[in-house]
Structures are given as C-alpha cells and as structure tokens.
C-alpha cells in the first residue's frame, strides 16, 4: 500500500502520560498536515510542514503539542502530559505542492487516542 | 470557521443518484470547491473540486451554480459503500498555508 500511513491506530493512556504518534506521507510528498477529529464534528487542522520547515503551528491546541518532520519524511505529533479532552482521532495528510494549481490532500487512517 | 452549510444528513436509494447540496454564498473569487468523504472510522478521502466549470472524475459529478454561491455532488449510482459523511469545503489557494477547514458535514445514508 503506498498511501498515507499512521501508527499506532490506537492508543489508550492515562491522563498526564506522554504520547507520540507517527505519520509516514505518500512518498515524494513534500508537504504533511496534522488534523484533529473529535466526536460528531470535522477534522480540525493543527499544523503542516513543507519538507522539513513547520509553516504554520499556531492552530496546535496548546504547548502541550508538539510536531516535528527531522528529515522532511516522516513526521511525529507528541503530546506531553496527556489530559482527558485530548481524546480524538489525529488525523495526517500528505500532498504534492504543484507549481500552479490546486493541491490534494491525502488522508491516513488516523490514530485513535483514548485518555483514561 | 467552515464557510459552507450542508443539511446534516440524507437517505438515498441504491442504484439511484444521490444529490448533495452545497451552499457557499460568501465564495470569494479565487476559491475552490472541494469535496470530500469520510467512511466510519477511516481517514477523509478526496472526491472532486471545482472552481467555476462543472467537473466529472470516476468518482462523481460536481455542478457549480453560476454565481457560485452553491453546488451540488452528484453520485449517479449510489452504493451502500458510499455510506459516509460528505464534507464540502470552500478553499482558497495560497502558496503559503492550505488548510481545509471542515463543518460538520452531511451524512449519507445508501438504503438497500
């Protein structure tokens, strides 16, 4: 399968642990977007990168959130000191910047995070 | 904010045309229409966009009224695996941050 892939797909934690989640994008994409999704409502975007360079991270929720691209591959979403409203689907999605036109994004699978 | 309305949910038939309205009637010149589905529990999936011209792919049919304050997704034959939530996102392109910014959607139910 060579689409968009997040691992783990689930995770359980107790609140005020630290959790890392990572994304692997279409390969040769050069740009990686981070959504979160909660119950009943539509992904929400987070962050993104353009190969290794962070674009845009003031939608992350708060300090407690953290992304990073190291080699402008894959890419890790940390979240430090867990609480119970983190609870959601983190979604990642990867495109192709084009040098004209639109760009589409395309989804992983997401990872469920549940915090006990 | 999502700057489109969808009704939040529709039953279709299998085998017929499921028609999913769109409005965006503060669309600025220079941004698309996209679209996009959810099946439970899986990632968002790409479907169409359109910036004025009507658009067709493999997947569905997109119509853009002339003014442009609205569209609809034509699905010409429906099945139960198009059972998903349907997003309709409104996007402007700039070279330097292209988030789509989602609403809640509208749930399609397929009915055998």
């Known amino acids: 399968d060579t689409g968009v892939s997040q691992d783990p797909r689930h995770k359980i934690t107790k609140r005020g642990q630290n959790v890392t989640f990572r994304c692997d994008p279409i390969?040769?994409?050069?740009?990686l977007y981070w959504y979160r999704q909660t119950l009943g409502q539509g992904p929400e975007f987070l962050t993104y990168?353009?190969?290794?360079?962070?674009?845009?991270k003031s939608r992350l929720l708060s300090d407690r959130f953290s992304a990073e691209r190291p080699k402008g591959s894959f890419s890790t979403l940390e979240i430090q000191r867990t609480e119970q409203g983190d609870s959601a689907m983190y979604l990642c999605?990867?495109?192709?910047?084009?040098?004209?036109?639109?760009?589409?994004?395309?989804f992983g699978p997401g990872t469920r995070l549940l915090v006990l | 904010d999502a700057k489109t309305t969808q009704p939040p949910s529709m039953d279709c038939a299998e085998g017929r045309a499921a028609n999913l309205p769109c409005n965006h009637s503060?669309?600025?010149?220079?941004?698309?229409v996209y679209w996009y589905r959810q099946i439970h529990s899986q990632g968002p999936q790409y479907i169409i966009h359109?910036?004025?011209n009507n658009e067709t792919n493999e997947m569905a049919s997109l119509i853009i009224t002339e003014d442009r304050k609205s569209s609809t997704l034509i699905l010409p034959h429906a099945t139960l695996r198009d059972t998903a939530v349907y997003y309709c996102?409104?996007?402007?392109?700039?070279?330097?941050?292209?988030?789509?910014?989602f609403g809640k959607g509208t749930r399609l139910s397929v009915i055998a």
């Open positions: 999605a990867s495109s192709l910047r084009p040098g004209l036109g639109q760009e589409t994004q395309y």
């Open positions: 390969s040769e994409h050069n740009r």
């Open positions: 990168f353009q190969n290794e360079a962070q674009l845009e």
């Open positions: 503060t669309i600025s010149g220079n941004e698309y």
């Open positions: 359109g910036l004025k």
């Open positions: 996102i409104v996007r402007v392109y700039i070279s330097g941050n292209t988030p789509l910014v």
